[in-house]
């Protein structure tokens, strides 16, 4: 009778989250009534394909971890201690995992607990085919390399760039042996388990990760870990009574100039759109929306375009405080919709960009957002190339 194989999940809450303030480290600041960590522990220990999860602490936070987990289930293990690094915590955890003789290990960010059942899954089984898997997001940001003195000096080609996310899965033999020769030839600086894997030369591959599964940092992401975990998670919010649908429009005229902003991707153009900011008419159209849900007035209410600050402004800005006065208010984004009007550019090409930028700003997946565009088949200002309009809508459920 073949052996059942073992899946575990490794959880690395050993930091000091100095970023995030406060009189403890992050991963046990109260959240929605309990710890961050207990959050994602629970995400791992109510997953059907994961048979143990064990989490490696810092070596005086025994007090803290045994408050915030009590017995934690039968799939929690003891915890194990960990380093002077996240890369030797991973190791001390590796190590003390061995003994079960996992198949697999999923290896997680104590601070992101809004990681998906389906992420998880997703990761399992990526390891079929590879060594390892990683969740990552595709990058929809221009990326510069800059000189020491701060001058640019390299564009990086972004269709190649990904942004490296949680969990990350292995064949457990092949990592543990990979974190055992980094160790021994006295390597500690690598910043997440995939990039040992590659030094090892072991194949690692990506899985789509989502936005929704972001990291807490900041005091900012605390408060807003908050919001979302106290009326569900941003990408599965729960089914309350008060659904509030929102809409925005905007229009700005084309002028003379090189490129376009439109919904957070910088496109290449033969024009450029005139405004304070930089005028991108999608994320603008959105933000109106998005207040409207809330009836907080509109954009130009709290963004005046009379007010130096915002004069060059990248909108995405805008779009998160909307997005922000909508959780205060209790509120889950449940999807967002985008309306282009243009001649010009083609605006399928980065489609995928601009859905994936708009759903990092707002916390949410990516299969929540909708981005589209048509033309106005040469009518009126739109039709002439005077100037690009977006329509867009939102929806929301409070609680």
Known sequence: MPQHSVTAALIVAAGRGVRAGGPVPKQYAMVAGRPVLAHTVAAFTAHPEIDCVLCVVGPDDGPAYSA?????????????????????????????????????????DAVRPFVTPELISACIAATSGAAGAVAAMPMADTVKVADAAGRVVE??????????????????????????????????????????????????????????????????????????????????????????????????????????????????????????????VGLHALTDALLATIADADIGEHFRNTDPRWRGAASHVFLADAARRVRAKGGSILNVDVTLLSEAPKI????????????????????????????????????????????????????
Request: charged share 20%; hydrophobic share 45%.
């Open 68 to 108: 915030a987990m009590g017995d934690g289930g039968p799939k929690l293990l003891p915890p194990a201690t960990g380093g002077a690094s996240r890369q030797a915590s991973v190791l001390q955890g590796l190590r003390a995992l061995a003994a079960l003789k996992p198949d697999v290990v999923l290896i997680h």
């Open 155 to 280: 564009t990086l080609d972004r269709s190649r760039l990904w942004r490296a996310q949680t969990p990350q899965a292995f064949r457990f033999a092949a990592i543990l042996a990979a974190h055992e020769a980094a160790a021994a030839e006295g390597v500690s600086s690598l910043t997440d388990d995939a990039a040992v894997a590659e030094r090892a030369g072991l194949d690692v591959t990506l899985v789509t990760g989502h936005a929704g599964n972001w990291k807490i940092t900041t005091p900012e992401d605390l408060a807003m870990a908050e919001t979302a975990l106290a009326g569900g998670a941003p990408s599965t919010p729960p089914p309350l009574a008060d659904l509030r649908v929102g809409q925005g429009y905007d229009i700005h005229r084309l002028v003379p100039g090189d490129h376009v902003w439109l919904c957070g991707v910088r496109i290449p153009h033969t024009a450029t759109l005139e405004g304070h900011s930089d005028a991108d």
């Open 348 to 399: 399928s090409p980065h489609r995928d960009a601009m859905r994936a930028r708009i759903a990092e700003v707002l916390g949410i997946a990516t299969e929540r957002v909708s981005v589209k565009a048509t033309t106005n088949e040469g009518l009126g200002s739109i039709g002439r190339r005077e100037g690009i309009a977006a329509l867009a809508s939102a929806t929301v459920i409070l609680r």
